[in-house]
């Protein structure tokens, strides 16, 4: 089944709302969810990233900077395109620096802001494909033994198969056997693969 993107909105302004509304259903677009404030997007905020947010600047009570803040401290990876003024845009500079992937200047050309959008849903597809790509390699090692898990941190570290049977006390022999299990668990066609898979997971990052 094809997933249909959501596009949020949170601007406190009525008007605007509106319009953009109006804008993305003719444009094709069929779930958006607007909220009038960035507490209320807050307080309904998905446990997992929705597709798009257009996010006004300039707000009561907390602003676009801190909901974004707030949503990444969350872990949520949501695309987000900031909407600013024209007295706005150091601030607009500021979000892109903190994650947003592009800023739009009020009042904005139609075509400029869906153009935008469309690209915001083309990164949010891939975030969804990173993110279950993840969780099935967190899933793999959960079926790993200790010792199996010790090998690939060895791996994921770049020692040769010696070290690692030096520093777990067992023979380089017993290290390829684990380390084949490894790979057959993980899935993993080559090392490489499995080394990604490693660091995706959050196995060897620091």
Known sequence: MTKVPTIFIVDDDDAIRD??????ESAGFTRI?????????????????????????????????????????????????????????????????????????????????????RRALVLAAAVDREGAEVDAVRHHLETLTAREREVLEGLVAGRPNKVIAHDLGISPRTVEIHRARVMD?????????????ALAAGIGAS
């Open 19 to 24: 319009s953009l509304r109006l804008l993305l």
């Open 185 to 197: 668990k993980m899935q993993a066609r080559s090392l490489s693969a499995l080394v990604r898979m």
């Open 33 to 117: 969810v607007a909220h009038d404030s960035a507490r209320g997007f807050l307080d309904r905020l998905p446990l997992q990233s929705g597709d798009c947010l257009l996010l006004d600047v300039r707000m009561p009570d907390m602003d676009g900077l801190e909901l974004q803040t707030e949503i990444k401290r969350r872990g949520i990876r949501l695309p987000t395109i900031v909407m600013t003024g024209h007295g706005d845009v150091p601030i607009a500079v500021r979000a892109m620096k903190a994650g947003a992937i592009d800023f739009i200047e009020k009042p904005f050309a139609d075509d400029v802001l869906l153009e935008s959008v």
